[in-house]
């Protein structure tokens, strides 16, 4: 790891003007991918501010059906919330499995929605819910928000303060890990609203990331049952292909991932 | 046996110390003014060196020198050597290439090292060694054993032509092909052996520490075998004599194979201490363990295994291809020849077998033992080929089995080995009680009803352990000897230290070679330490690999404790005036047989070191030492049986059962032998679902260079295993132990792949067996 000046903040004020001083600064939530990138030399940020120990970046709120997750909100406090249990369950489900126990009580929402890692659990659920991402000087909805492989719609020093979605009617994650990372090699979140709207959002599988798959979200709008996606075809061109599964291989996946997902749900 | 003599259940004395973090690593060690290492390593798989300018290098905060492979070159460090000599089957030796400590001209494969900083600190190393500027000429990059073997390919070292190292064979060509050609059916595989990154949990590590007052080195190393690491640093390497050169492996965090060798590492920093006066310690980081820690397996085989119409084999015809990597590591000539092709026999009654073996350079790094080394290459090729026979016959794998096992002891293979005793019906039997196999065809229908695909699988190995006859092995190439050495110290309270010549890096020998001696004296096993680990400490031995500590190892304990038994008798008998031959040794006393008399072990002990009172011309002191020399190898065998799942939606595989029913001959500790067992099948399994290593052809990169890539089998990958021994007890050595160490890792892959392939309905497979290839073979087969 190279040199880094380490900074507390304890508002979101202060860690965008401390962001706003440092040379080339970097946020720090979890550190999960952060810390190891830097210890592999592979990011070298001047300065990181910490944004663990900021009240207001804390905490799941769930009102009526609508949910409020803190940037700062740990995978195993989703996980764990029974709030959420109560109105939107494929949430906690979807962080129960993400990483190891060490990893869910370190990693953040707000860490890995910035971080879109086109493997990452957290992306397909924001994309099916339809969240809105909330910064310190924004609005900005999930369909808008993940632009590439690790690219968001942030603005350098902006921070994801929260993010905010309506539970859904009925709503299911399944995931394909890839057996050496265990990230997700396809995973599928389907979500079915009261007017019968339906989203289905592929992480893990897409060669520019997350994705949502409208062929299924058409025929699943007509008929909610895991046999409905039977006749849709999964394009394979626009997948990925790497050491540990083939494009076609992915697309197959999908159709699976999102059957089960909508059994489950 | 008593509680914590032979054969009973006893705790780890050694893992108070690793589970409270007590355990004292190559890493923990510090001594003052030490410096850190870090290595400037190759980013290309081949290429010319130019130039290295470490001007800037030098300039940097903290940096003490910077040094490269001319300076280690001019200092007269000599090459890195294979210490096995393989004749070709044209007489010609192997045609082993330069390895330098620092690549002085060319580098090979990626993660080559090229140069070392030192500095105060780690971060420091590493910010100078990004500084360090190799300019490279880049070279053509050939990966892939077969296609390196062809003409117009990249060339790795000029002594190898066609990157050949040797082609060898073993057995009767001729008599094989005659019963191949007039056989009632021919079973053909082509056999991929998967190349496997060793993985320890404590990555390498080592400190050189050089005294200019008495021109005197000291290692620490994470080595399976620090007095071999001192020959060969001395003898071949040119580091420094014998006399001048202690070599130290304290706790070791796990081998596998990987820390047999001594690498360029531990060289570089003996000799950077002496050229910057300051003791410099290196640690490898999980990245350049993927890197630069020999890897394992990756053989490219075809089998040919002739059968007569009653279903006996009347020969075995095998070819193969062994990736040796960059480099010719220290035993990597070995582990495709004489740990494989001898042990192509299996458990069966096979009256002719010939086996071709061509070894290769490629831009990957070195390949040498691993967990098994050559057993399970051997084990895998026959038991797939077995089980494609089976199949292909309309037999029942056992019924195939059974027709086939060697059941008369001693047994002479034709690939040299001769069985000393066995019985394998006895463990099939057992494995398939187990395992409930005759209930595997409702368990199949109960599984499709729920739309999986249940399948089941065998193998019968059979291994080679207790290495080796030091003559047999010295026929055959081996530079060294393969004997072991043990000093048994009383001390004068009559507690009692055991010197050894194996090392302990997983195996648990604090506890079961204390057994041996609470065994023998009937005195508590904390009152026995065992030593081993340090060249000044122990004389000479030659490490823990080839699951050797047991059947070597502890003989040469047994041996020199018979030495000490004896005289502590002769002194007993001095005390109590009766006749040395009615002296028992029961509970830590010495007593006349049928009297009341007796001394405590205690008191005797006493004795030796007063010497008040000894018999007439009897030396003071109680200590004696002994070599022991294997009269043959060891034959662990046994069978296992793995029943799978695989979802045929995905090509997911859940192992739902894992039977292993083994023959290790006596068992010292059984826990520790399960022990073994659960971690060797963890180690196959990894190998047979999960684990490759691998390496992109164009450009020579690796690819699995983290365990984001590179799949370790986790707790729930793993059933929770059904183990079991029956056991015929060796005959050669004095304990009757066979060795236990690498059996899980031999027997499990194709019990594995048999398993799957029978779920599936297809025979072709290859490991790792990952989601996507079962999915695509299942649908396949369809
Ligand atoms: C062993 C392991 C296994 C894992 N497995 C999975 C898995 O199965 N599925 C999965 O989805 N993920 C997985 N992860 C990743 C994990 O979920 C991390 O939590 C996540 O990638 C990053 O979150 P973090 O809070 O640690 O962020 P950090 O590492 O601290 O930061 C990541 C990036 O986000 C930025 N950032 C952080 N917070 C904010 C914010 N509020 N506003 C703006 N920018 C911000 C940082 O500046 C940085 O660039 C795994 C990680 C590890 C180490």
Same mark, same amino acid.
């Given at each position: 790891?190279?040199?880094?000046?380490?900074?507390?903040?304890?508002?979101?004020?202060?860690? /965008?003007?401390?962001?706003?001083?440092?040379?080339?600064?970097?946020?720090?939530?979890?550190?999960?991918?952060?810390?190891?990138?830097?210890?592999?030399?592979?990011?070298?940020?001047?300065?990181?501010?910490?944004?663990?120990?900021?009240?207001?970046?804390?905490?799941?709120? %769930?009102?009526?059906?609508?949910?409020?997750?803190?940037?700062?909100?740990?995978?195993?406090?989703?996980?764990?919330?029974?709030?959420?249990?109560?109105? *939107?369950?494929?949430?906690?489900?979807?962080?129960?499995?993400?990483?190891?126990?060490?990893?869910?009580?370190?990693?953040?929402?707000?860490?890995?929605?910035?971080?879109?890692?086109?493997?990452?659990?957290?992306?397909?659920?924001?994309?099916? =819910?339809?969240?809105?991402?909330?910064?310190?000087?924004?609005?900005?909805?999930?369909?808008?928000?993940?632009?590439?492989?690790?690219?968001?719609?942030?603005?350098?020093?902006?921070?994801?303060?929260?993010?905010?979605?309506?539970?859904?009617?009925?709503?299911?994650?399944?995931?394909?890990? #890839?057996?050496?990372?265990?990230?997700?090699?396809?995973?599928?979140?389907?979500?079915?609203?009261?007017?019968?709207?339906?989203?289905?959002?592929?992480?893990?599988?897409?060669?520019?990331?997350?994705?949502?798959?409208?062929?299924?979200?058409?025929?699943?709008?007509?008929?909610?049952?895991?046999?409905?996606?039977?006749?849709?075809?999964?394009?394979?061109?626009?997948?990925?292909?790497?050491?540990?599964?083939?494009?076609?291989?992915?697309?197959?996946?999908?159709?699976?991932?999102?059957?089960?997902?909508?059994?489950?749900? | 046996?008593?509680?914590?003599?032979?054969?009973?259940?006893?705790?780890?004395?050694?893992?108070?110390?690793?589970?409270?973090?007590?355990?004292?690593?190559?890493?923990?060690?510090?001594?003052?003014?030490?410096?850190?290492?870090?290595?400037?390593?190759?980013?290309?798989?081949?290429?010319?060196?130019?130039?290295?300018?470490?001007?800037?290098?030098?300039?940097?905060?903290?940096?003490?020198?910077?040094?490269?492979?001319?300076?280690?070159?001019?200092?007269?460090?000599?090459?890195?050597? *294979?210490?096995?000599?393989?004749?070709?089957?044209?007489?010609?030796?192997?045609?082993?290439?330069?390895?330098?400590?620092?690549?002085?001209?060319?580098?090979?494969?990626?993660?080559?090292?090229?140069?070392?900083?030192?500095?105060?600190?780690?971060?420091?190393?590493?910010?100078?060694?990004?500084?360090?500027? /190799?300019?490279?000429?880049?070279?053509?990059?050939?990966?892939?054993?077969?296609?390196?073997?062809?003409?117009?390919?990249?060339?790795?070292?000029?002594?190898?032509?066609? #990157?050949?190292?040797?082609?060898?064979?073993?057995?009767?060509?001729?008599?094989?092909?005659?019963?191949?050609?007039?056989?009632?059916?021919?079973?053909?595989?082509?056999?991929?052996?998967?190349?496997?990154?060793?993985?320890?949990?404590?990555?390498?590590?080592?400190?050189?520490?050089?005294?200019?007052?008495?021109?005197?080195?000291?290692?620490?190393?994470?080595?399976?075998?620090?007095?071999?690491?001192?020959?060969?640093?001395?003898?071949?390497? #040119?580091?420094?004599?014998?006399?001048?050169?202690?070599?130290?492996?304290?706790?070791?965090?796990?081998?596998?194979?990987?820390?047999?060798?001594?690498?360029?590492?531990?060289?570089?920093?003996?000799?950077?201490?002496?050229?910057?006066?300051?003791?410099?310690?290196?640690?490898?980081?999980?990245?350049?363990?993927?890197?630069?820690?020999?890897?394992?397996?990756?053989?490219?085989?075809? /089998?040919?295994?002739?059968?007569?119409?009653?279903?006996?084999?009347?020969?075995?015809? %095998?070819?193969?291809?062994?990736?040796?990597?960059?480099?010719?590591?220290?035993?990597?000539?070995?582990?495709?020849?004489?740990?494989?092709?001898?042990? =192509?026999?299996?458990?069966?009654?096979?009256?002719?077998?010939?086996?071709?073996?061509?070894?290769?350079?490629?831009?990957?790094?070195?390949?040498?033992?691993?967990?098994?080394?050559?057993?399970?290459?051997?084990?895998?090729?026959?038991?797939?080929?077995?089980?494609?026979?089976?199949?292909?016959?309309?037999?029942?794998?056992?019924?195939?089995?059974?027709?086939?096992?060697?059941?008369?002891?001693?047994?002479?293979?034709?690939?040299?080995?001769?069985?000393?005793?066995?019985?394998?019906?006895?463990?099939?039997?057992?494995?398939?009680?187990?395992?409930?196999?005759?209930?595997?065809?409702?368990?199949?229908?109960?599984?499709?009803?729920?739309?999986?695909?249940?399948?089941?699988?065998?193998? *019968?190995?059979?291994?080679?352990?207790?290495?080796?006859?030091?003559?047999?092995?010295?026929?055959?190439?081996?530079?060294?000897?393969?004997?072991?050495?043990?000093?048994?110290?009383?001390?004068?309270?009559?507690?009692?230290?055991?010197?050894?010549?194996?090392?302990?890096?997983?195996?648990?020998?604090?506890?079961?070679?204390?057994?041996?001696?609470?065994?023998?004296?009937?005195?508590?096993?904390?009152?026995?330490?065992?030593?081993?680990?340090?060249?000044?400490?122990?004389?000479?031995?030659?490490?823990?690999?080839?699951?050797?500590?047991?059947?070597?190892?502890?003989?040469?304990?047994?041996?020199?404790?018979?030495?000490?038994?004896?005289?502590?008798?002769?002194?007993?008998?001095?005390?109590?005036?009766?006749?040395?031959?009615?002296?028992?040794?029961?509970?830590?006393?010495?007593?006349?047989?049928?009297?009341?008399?007796?001394?405590?072990?205690?008191?005797?002990?006493?004795?030796?070191?007063?010497?008040?009172?000894?018999?007439?011309?009897?030396?003071?002191?109680?200590?004696?030492?002994?070599?022991?020399?294997?009269?043959?190898?060891?034959?662990?065998?046994?069978?296992?049986?793995?029943?799978?799942?695989?979802?045929?939606?995905?090509?997911?595989?859940?192992?739902?059962?894992?039977?292993?029913?083994?023959?290790?001959?006596?068992?010292?500790?059984?826990?520790?032998?399960?022990?073994?067992?659960?971690?060797?099948?963890?180690?196959?399994?990894?190998?047979?679902?999960?684990?490759?290593?691998?390496?992109?052809?164009?450009?020579?990169?690796?690819?699995?260079?983290?365990?984001?890539?590179?799949?370790?089998?986790?707790?729930?990958?793993?059933?929770?295993?059904?183990?079991?021994?029956?056991?015929?007890?060796?005959?050669?050595?004095?304990?009757?132990?066979?060795? *236990?160490?690498?059996?899980?890792?031999?027997?499990?892959?194709?019990?594995?792949?048999?398993?799957?392939?029978?779920?599936?309905?297809?025979?072709?497979?290859?490991?790792?067996?990952?989601?996507?290839?079962?999915?695509?073979?299942?649908?396949?087969?369809?």
């Amino acid at each position: 790891m190279y040199q880094t000046n380490y900074h507390r903040p304890s508002s979101v004020q202060e860690a /965008v003007k401390l962001i706003g001083g440092a040379a080339e600064g970097k946020y720090l939530a979890g550190g999960m991918t952060l810390i190891a990138t830097m210890k592999q030399r592979l990011a070298a940020p001047s300065d990181l501010v910490d944004l663990r120990h900021i009240a207001e970046l804390k905490g799941i709120t %769930v009102n009526g059906r609508s949910v409020r997750i803190g940037a700062a909100t740990t995978h195993h406090d989703v996980a764990s919330s029974a709030e959420l249990e109560a109105v *939107c369950p494929a949430i906690c489900a979807l962080a129960s499995h993400i990483g190891d126990p060490h990893v869910r009580h370190m990693g953040t929402i707000g860490g890995s929605i910035a971080n879109n890692d086109p493997a990452a659990d957290y992306p397909a659920a924001m994309l099916a =819910l339809d969240a809105t991402i909330v910064t310190n000087s924004r609005q900005i909805a999930a369909a808008d928000f993940f632009t590439g492989l690790f690219e968001t719609a942030l603005d350098d020093g902006e921070i994801i303060t929260a993010i905010t979605f309506d539970a859904p009617a009925k709503a299911a994650y399944q995931k394909f890990p #890839n057996p050496a990372s265990r990230y997700a090699m396809a995973g599928v979140f389907v979500a079915r609203r009261d007017n019968g709207e339906v989203r289905v959002a592929v992480t893990g599988a897409g060669s520019n990331g997350v994705f949502r798959h409208q062929g299924m979200e058409a025929a699943l709008a007509g008929n909610w049952s895991p046999d409905a996606v039977g006749n849709i075809s999964v394009d394979a061109s626009d997948l990925l292909t790497d050491l540990h599964a083939s494009a076609a291989y992915r697309a197959k996946l999908i159709k699976v991932m999102t059957k089960r997902a909508v059994a489950a749900a | 046996m008593g509680v914590e003599g032979i054969g009973a259940r006893v705790a780890r004395k050694e893992d108070k110390r690793f589970l409270t973090g007590k355990g004292r690593y190559t890493d923990d060690m510090s001594v003052p003014g030490m410096k850190y290492a870090v290595f400037v390593r190759s980013p290309h798989a081949h290429a010319k060196i130019k130039s290295i300018d470490a001007t800037a290098a030098k300039a940097m905060p903290g940096v003490i020198d910077v040094l490269d492979g001319k300076q280690l070159t001019a200092d007269g460090i000599g090459n890195l050597i *294979c210490g096995w000599m393989i004749h070709s089957k044209d007489g010609s030796p192997m045609r082993m290439g330069a390895w330098r400590p620092l690549a002085d001209e060319t580098v090979r494969y990626v993660g080559d090292a090229v140069a070392v900083v030192v500095a105060d600190s780690v971060n420091e190393a590493r910010d100078a060694a990004e500084a360090v500027i /190799v300019d490279y000429d880049p070279l053509p990059v050939v990966t892939d054993p077969v296609k390196a073997l062809a003409d117009g390919q990249p060339q790795l070292h000029p002594e190898a032509p066609n #990157n050949m190292i040797f082609d060898w064979e073993l057995g009767d060509a001729a008599a094989t092909d005659a019963a191949i050609a007039a056989a009632a059916h021919v079973t053909e595989v082509k056999i991929l052996n998967n190349r496997l990154s060793p993985n320890a949990m404590e990555p390498r590590a080592a400190l050189g520490i050089y005294d200019s007052g008495d021109d005197h080195y000291t290692c620490y190393t994470t080595s399976q075998n620090p007095h071999l690491a001192r020959l060969v640093m001395s003898a071949f390497y #040119n580091v420094a004599p014998e006399n001048k050169l202690r070599v130290i492996a304290p706790d070791v965090g796990g081998g596998f194979g990987s820390k047999i060798y001594i690498y360029p590492e531990e060289i570089v920093c003996l000799w950077a201490s002496k050229r910057t006066g300051v003791p410099v310690k290196w640690t490898c980081d999980r990245t350049e363990a993927f890197l630069t820690d020999a890897h394992g397996r990756d053989h490219v085989s075809t /089998v040919k295994m002739a059968f007569d119409s009653a279903n006996k084999i009347t020969a075995l015809k %095998v070819d193969t291809i062994a990736n040796l990597g960059a480099y010719m590591s220290l035993f990597s000539s070995c582990v495709p020849t004489y740990l494989y092709a001898t042990l =192509l026999s299996g458990q069966y009654d096979i009256p002719a077998i010939h086996a071709n073996v061509r070894t290769v350079y490629t831009n990957t790094a070195p390949v040498d033992a691993y967990r098994g080394a050559g057993r399970p290459e051997a084990t895998y090729l026959l038991e797939r080929t077995m089980e494609t026979a089976a199949r292909e016959l309309g037999l029942s794998p056992a019924e195939l089995r059974r027709i086939n096992f060697i059941r008369s002891f001693p047994h002479q293979t034709p690939v040299i080995m001769n069985y000393d005793a066995g019985d394998y019906e006895a463990s099939l039997n057992a494995a398939m009680a187990a395992a409930d196999w005759d209930g595997f065809a409702a368990r199949k229908e109960e599984a499709e009803r729920r739309g999986m695909k249940r399948g089941i699988g065998m193998s *019968c190995y059979i291994e080679a352990c207790g290495l080796a006859p030091s003559s047999a092995v010295g026929s055959l190439g081996a530079g060294v000897g393969l004997w072991e050495s043990a000093e048994v110290r009383v001390n004068a309270v009559g507690t009692i230290e055991v010197m050894t010549g194996s090392h302990s890096h997983g195996q648990g020998h604090e506890t079961t070679f204390a057994q041996l001696v609470a065994d023998r004296f009937g005195v508590p096993i904390d009152s026995v330490n065992i030593v081993h680990g340090d060249t000044d400490k122990v004389q000479m031995g030659m490490g823990t690999y080839g699951s050797r500590s047991g059947a070597v190892g502890m003989s040469a304990v047994a041996k020199a404790l018979d030495k000490v038994e004896a005289k502590a008798k002769k002194i007993a008998a001095h005390l109590m005036e009766a006749d040395e031959s009615d002296i028992v040794i029961e509970n830590g006393e010495l007593k006349v047989a049928g009297t009341d008399k007796s001394v405590p072990w205690f008191q005797m002990a006493l004795a030796a070191y007063t010497a008040h009172n000894l018999p007439a011309g009897m030396e003071p002191g109680l200590k004696e030492g002994a070599f022991y020399d294997p009269s043959n190898f060891t034959f662990p065998a046994g069978c296992y049986i793995c029943e799978v799942e695989v979802d045929p939606d995905t090509g997911q595989t859940e192992i739902i059962q894992f039977v292993a029913a083994d023959d290790f001959g006596n068992i010292i500790n059984p826990m520790i032998v399960e022990g073994q067992v659960h971690g060797g099948l963890a180690q196959g399994i990894g190998q047979a679902l999960l684990e490759g290593v691998h390496y992109d052809p164009e450009n020579g990169q690796l690819l699995t260079a983290s365990y984001m890539d590179y799949a370790m089998p986790r707790a729930d990958d793993l059933p929770s295993f059904k183990v079991s021994t029956s056991n015929t007890p060796c005959p050669n050595n004095p304990l009757g132990v066979k060795g *236990c160490g690498e059996a899980g890792a031999i027997g499990s892959p194709p019990a594995l792949i048999n398993a799957i392939t029978d779920a599936i309905g297809n025979n072709a497979l290859t490991m790792p067996a990952t989601p996507e290839k079962v999915w695509a073979a299942a649908h396949a087969a369809n």
